[in-house]
């Protein structure tokens, strides 16, 4: 079994907790909300990665477009502005404003 780090162990148990506060449909579509996503990526701004902010459930369908899909992504206009609240400099340049 791999080893994780204390640091990392804290950050899972810190994502199980936002995870499990989560609402239970697509915050974009309404059906229910099969992942939890982040939506601006650890990849690019790790800083957020337990910003429970940063996180929200989809649905598969929805999540798939949010991530591979820049202009369905810039059309979820409450999305972007949730991004914007925490940091708006990651939401310009993330949905391209």
């Known amino acids: 079994m791999k080893q994780i780090s204390n640091k990392q162990s804290q950050r899972n148990r810190e994502i199980i907790k936002i995870k499990q506060n989560l609402p239970s449909y697509c915050a974009i579509c309404g ?4 992942d939890a996503a982040h939506l601006v990526p650890k990849s690019m701004y790790p800083e957020h990665y ?3 902010r940063n996180i929200v459930g989809l649905c598969r369908e ?5 991530d591979n899909d820049l202009a369905f992504r810039r059309k979820q206009k409450r ?4 991004v ?6 990651a939401a310009n340049r993330y949905f391209r404003l």
């Open 31 to 34: 059906r229910p909300a099969v």
């Open 50 to 52: 337990t910003n429970p």
């Open 62 to 66: 929805c999540h798939n477009k949010y």
């Open 79 to 82: 999305l972007i502005e949730r």
């Open 84 to 89: 914007k609240s925490f940091d708006e400099c």
